[in-house]
């Protein structure tokens, strides 16, 4: 596995490998579980070469202290990388990405920004399309890697792809979870043993709003999952919403859509966690 910090040492590299080969690129904010390890494992059945990068990105966090408490541990997570057959990594810094300091391009993706994390994260969808633009433009894979556990993340990128890089297939791979069925997610290493066990009932939670969905209707479901967690000590509900899986566009009825999702965002203590569920309703 080779490991490279530097724009010119992957173009050099790239220059020489990619023209040959199908190339796969598995973009990670490190804090690596197996969740993104499925990504690689993905890319590795479908890519003669696999990529992925580490990279905590300024332009995405509009919480300074969100940023400073975003775990790192970039010596275990290479092995990790290692372990499961990457064959290269990137690590730069944030020179190496902006080099003219943080940018301000601005993207315009409809009505799929405005709505759950855009409305929370003011700037948040922004900063990640500028960064995954940076890292395309750098590596020009065939293939790109995201997990459908950040979904509304996912349908950004692929707005992106539509825009400006039609010929890098996106690619969605499924949440992973832990025995428990929280969703893996590299925050949950900032989970004390009290806020594991409650972010559990973030998913049981979710499963039964796809169980009542059969009998019950959009507004009937906010309400049950609003009440379910303010009676909760543990959870304190950001918000919780049905939209259209693929516009984004908020459901008021079943018949709106063919296929909604159910997502949420839910503090457990201190620590922000989203998760999501799809709802096919006959």
């Not at 993905?42 to 202290?65: G, M, V």
């Not at 556990?149 to 949440?175: G, H, M, W």
């Not at 304190?236 to 296929?259: M, N, Q, R």
Request: proline share 4%.
């Amino acid at each position: 596995m080779k490991i490279i910090s530097s724009v010119y040492e992957l173009t050099l590299f790239l220059g020489k490998h990619s023209k040959k080969m199908s190339l796969g690129f598995v973009p990670t904010m490190g804090a690596l579980h197996q969740g993104h390890l499925s990504l690689l494992k993905k890319s590795r059945s479908q890519n003669e070469l696999s990529l992925c990068s580490i990279f905590i990105n300024p332009t995405q966090f509009n919480n300074k202290a969100d940023l400073k408490n975003y775990p790192s541990r970039l010596k275990e997570d290479i092995k990790l990388l290692g372990a499961a057959g990457c064959d290269v990594v990137f690590t730069p810094p944030v020179s190496e990405i902006y080099p003219g300091g943080l940018p301000s391009e601005e993207y315009d993706f409809g009505q799929l920004d405005k709505v759950m994390e855009g409305v929370q994260r003011p700037g948040h969808f922004n900063g990640v399309a500028m960064v995954v633009a940076r890292f395309f433009e750098i590596i020009q894979p065939q293939r790109a890697y995201f997990g459908e556990k950040d979904y509304q993340q996912l349908a950004i990128i692929r707005s992106l792809a539509a825009q400006k890089f039609k010929n890098i297939e996106i690619v969605s791979c499924p949440t992973l979870r832990e025995k428990s069925g929280l969703a893996m997610s590299s925050r949950n290493l900032l989970l004390n043993e009290r806020y594991q066990i409650a972010a559990q009932r973030i998913y049981q939670r979710l499963l039964s709003v796809k169980k009542r969905a059969k009998n019950a209707n959009v507004a009937e479901l906010e309400l049950w999952v609003a009440n379910e967690f303010k009676k909760d000590g543990d959870l304190v509900l950001e918000y919780f919403e049905i939209v259209d899986a693929k516009s984004l566009k908020k459901s008021t009825g079943w018949s709106d859509f063919p296929e909604h999702v159910a997502c949420l965002a839910v503090f457990a203590g201190t620590t922000r966690l989203i998760d999501n569920i799809l709802l096919k309703i006959n």
